[in-house]
């Protein structure tokens, strides 16, 4: 290892005495420097060797090697050594989260990246993956220098949340990761065929195969099952290697060894698996086969087998308690180096690990064959993942069924149509139908009755307005409550694109049913001499753009602030509407263009034009609208306009999708 990895004589005394009421030096390796002098070698019985993988043995796992051709991963095309040199990062304030970082994963092997808050297993985890911009080293693939990120599609990431859509069941889940993540030659049989192998895999057998994956408030599966959820959505993209951040993190402890041992057997078929530990039991320990110690600061000390970590702590004079558990004695002598000043890791040598890691001191150039097989591997990740047209009919069918699984949420909002019609009919009832009274024709016109050119436009701002109430809550909740599911999926290759039309398309029924609601109680309560057949897209497009509107402000603000901020935006672009201030007013301030944007002031003077063409040849209806600024006979482009701004807010809404939180979507 280089030697920006090494303790010196005064790292090694620092970790001793912060630490000496639990974990003394051994006697005899006191502070002197001829006590402590040893050879800059580490013994070979030190040294990191790396061992072959353990033999193949039958077990549920090895269904796993269905999804691989010739049913095996020992072949070089589906065995990935990831090497790293001299990685070091740092933020822009200047702070080092890496430092000269060398070191190698193994396939076959079940590898830890331990230490303590602070230390860059994250960090590390990332760069690894290709998931951070600004990273200083290299990164080879079995000797041939690229980033993972090209390799996107074989590799599988279970972050420590298990993000996953609470309205399905492990199967369907496992279904439709299958279904967009396996090469696009497989049948949807086969796919289905290895999602139920995956669940046999990891135990989940088919009395929860069909349970709902649940949450808080809806009895699903249990956590552990979950857990297993979460690591079958990465395996059954049958990735070549597999990296988890604290997987075992909120089981108890039997749960957490059992899913241990399982990522062991996983490893053990010829993947290469790294997983994030904080400080685990004993069992689950020696669970690993290799594992990478961190210090605060972004400091490698060690990399090498779990069966030789003792030892070497050992050999630098630390007393490991036999009653002990030997990680929680790890994390107390990496916790005691975080006051040590940086130049001590680059001391003098004394105590150097740089033969731990002498596989690597040297890179050689790479094979002709390796070359040829990363070629290989980049082309088996291009050949993968469903197309953008069936990622989009398979988001569509996913969506709607979390719909139908969620009957109360439509009630509810199909219920609040209904109501807000009703009492906007309800109130509006009086007038019956005479929305509009205007100023006779010559030569009647000095019989005219008192005009009532207003009623219609207040009565369109009171439509826009209980549409923007009524719809807006059950809009936001279209991308607000599962942008961590569309973060993980992004970063796994989904289409943003398909993802995106998928969630946009599921809400059309939602729409036609939600806006006839509230039309068709309306119409029948106020006795609208509008046809309904005329009323009725009106108010769809009115829903329509509140729909947009809602979701783009629900995909740029938090979940918690998202329906408040967007029921209080769709409500202010009803008073755009042109009934107060007027239309003629906004021109005469030089914002006309600001009530062009509106789809509610479309909306108004479309409804104007359908409502009085009847009373053309009675009232002086040009002169009557006139005072509010509305054009009548334009109603094709009032139809029009308010799509396109429907749209446009659409297109918003999948800008701010991509656009932010881009380092999640990684």
Not at 170 to 179: C, G, Q
Not at 290 to 319: I, K, N
Not at 535 to 557: H, K, N
Request: charged share 15%.
């Amino acid at each position: 290892m280089p030697s920006s990895s090494s303790f010196s004589s005064s790292s090694a005394s620092a970790s001793a005495s912060s630490s000496s009421a639990h974990y003394p030096l051994k006697s005899g390796n006191a502070n002197t420097e001829d006590d402590i002098e040893v050879s800059r070698s580490i013994p070979s019985t030190l040294r990191y060797r790396p061992s072959p993988s353990p033999p193949l043995t039958p077990s549920r796992v090895s269904r796993l090697l269905e999804g691989y051709p010739q049913g095996n991963l020992q072949g070089p095309q589906y065995r990935l050594t990831l090497s790293f040199h001299n990685l070091s990062y740092q933020l822009s304030s200047g702070k080092i989260l890496l430092e000269d970082m060398s070191g190698v994963i193994q396939p076959g092997r079940f590898t830890a990246i331990m230490g303590p808050s602070g230390a860059g297993k994250t960090t590390l985890m990332r760069a690894l993956m290709g998931k951070l911009q600004g990273i200083q080293g290299e990164t080879r693939v079995s000797q041939v220098p690229i980033e993972m990120k090209q390799l996107e599609r074989l590799i599988g990431y279970v972050p420590q949340e298990d993000v996953m859509l609470r309205e399905l069941t492990a199967r369907e889940v496992l279904y439709h990761a299958a279904s967009i993540r396996l090469p696009r030659t497989w049948s949807s049989a086969q796919k289905r065929r290895y999602g139920d192998a995956v669940m046999e895999a990891l135990g989940l057998g088919e009395d929860v195969a069909d349970v709902l994956v649940g949450d808080e408030t809806t009895r699903g599966l249990s956590g552990g099952q979950r857990k297993r959820l979460n690591i079958g959505m990465e395996l059954v993209a049958t990735p070549l290697a597999l990296f988890l951040d604290e997987p075992t993190t909120g089981l108890d402890a039997t749960v957490a060894l059992d899913l241990s041992r399982t990522l062991r057997e996983i490893a053990h078929l010829g993947l290469t698996v790294l997983s994030i530990l904080h400080q685990p039991r004993p069992e689950i320990f020696h669970a690993f086969d290799d594992v990478l110690l961190l210090a605060p600061g972004g400091y490698m000390v060690f990399q090498g087998s779990v069966l030789e970590v003792v030892p070497y702590f050992t050999s630098l004079g630390f007393h490991f308690p036999s009653k002990v558990n030997p990680a929680d004695v790890l994390m107390d002598i990496l916790s005691a180096t975080s006051g040590s000043p940086r130049s001590s890791w680059r001391g003098s040598g004394r105590f150097s690990v740089a033969t731990l890691l002498s596989t690597l001191s040297s890179r050689p150039p790479p094979s002709p064959h390796a070359v040829a097989m990363t070629k290989r591997w980049q082309e088996m990740s291009e050949e993968r993942g469903a197309t953008r047209l069936q990622q989009t009919w398979l988001c569509v069918c996913r969506a709607l069924l979390q719909q139908y699984r969620r009957p109360r949420t439509l009630i509810f909002e199909y219920g609040v149509a209904a109501v807000a019609g009703t009492l906007l009919g309800i109130a509006v009832m009086h007038w019956k139908g005479e929305f509009y009274i205007g100023v006779l024709r010559e030569p009647y016109t000095a019989i005219s009755a008192s005009p009532r050119t207003g009623t219609m436009p207040e009565m369109c701002l009171f439509i826009t307005a209980s549409v923007a109430i009524s719809g807006c809550p059950a809009a936001v909740l279209t991308f607000g409550e599962e942008k961590p599911v569309y973060w993980r999926e992004a970063g796994s290759g989904h289409s943003r694109t398909s993802y995106f039309l998928g969630k946009v398309l599921s809400t059309l029924p939602r729409l036609l049913l939600g806006s006839l609601h509230y039309t068709a109680l309306f119409h029948l309560l106020a006795h609208s001499p509008l046809p309904l057949s005329d009323l009725y897209p009106l108010v769809l497009l009115q829903y329509f753009c509140v729909y947009g509107a809602s979701e783009a402000i629900s995909l740029a603000f938090s979940r918690s602030n998202g329906t408040l901020i967007a029921s209080i935006a769709t409500l202010i672009i009803a008073v755009f509407n042109g009934y107060g201030p007027s239309y003629d007013d906004a021109g005469n301030w030089g914002l006309s263009w600001f009530w062009d944007m509106s789809y509610t002031r479309w909306f108004t003077e479309a409804f104007i034009t359908a409502y009085t063409s009847p009373y053309r040849d009675l009232y002086d209806v040009e002169g009557s609208t006139a005072i509010f600024g509305y054009t009548l006979d334009r109603y094709i482009l009032d139809i029009c306009l308010p799509l396109v701004i429907g749209l446009i807010l659409r297109v918003i809404g999948f800008l701010s999708l991509v656009g932010l939180n881009r380092d999640k979507q990684k």
